[in-house]
């Protein structure tokens, strides 16, 4: 049975820095591509980074990438993403998703991944 499971989140204030974890079971870690995502109340779930099983990152912006860090630990089976001076508008729900890397597409796309954990809360104060 494939799991993920994130931790990490919470509430920080602004500045503050965070760093989500995913631990994965179930599957052959080192060949997948790991995804964070999240979903602020009323909006569409959006990519915010991926590393690929090669360790190739994607990022949502060339902003994101000087605050969200995404790295993997194929020993530990887990991959995680660090985000600094976070600002009230990274409040949400943090997802990482997995999927099978060798030949597939886009990190970026959520569809194009396979399994997802339940979330981890982000809040924001100002």
């Known amino acids: 049975q494939v799991q993920l499971v994130e931790s990490g989140g919470g509430l920080v204030e602004a500045g503050g820095s965070l760093r989500l974890s995913c631990a994965v079971s179930?599957?052959?870690?080192?060949?997948?591509?790991m995804g964070w995502f999240r979903q602020a109340p009323g909006k569409e779930r959006e990519f915010v980074a991926s590393?690929?099983?090669?360790?190739?990152?994607?990022y949502k912006s060339d902003s994101a990438k000087g605050r969200f860090a995404i790295s993997r630990d194929n020993a530990k089976n887990a991959a995680y993403l660090e985000i600094n001076s976070l600002k009230p508008e990274d409040t949400a729900v943090y997802y990482c998703?997995?999927?099978?890397?060798?030949?597939?597409?886009?990190?970026?796309?959520?569809?194009?991944?396979?399994?997802w954990g339940q979330g981890t809360q982000v809040v924001v104060s100002s």
């Open positions: 590393i690929s099983w090669r360790t190739v990152r994607l």
């Open positions: 179930g599957r052959t870690f080192s060949r997948d591509d």
């Open positions: 998703a997995a999927k099978y890397g060798p030949g597939s597409g886009d990190g970026r796309r959520p569809d194009s991944y396979t399994y």
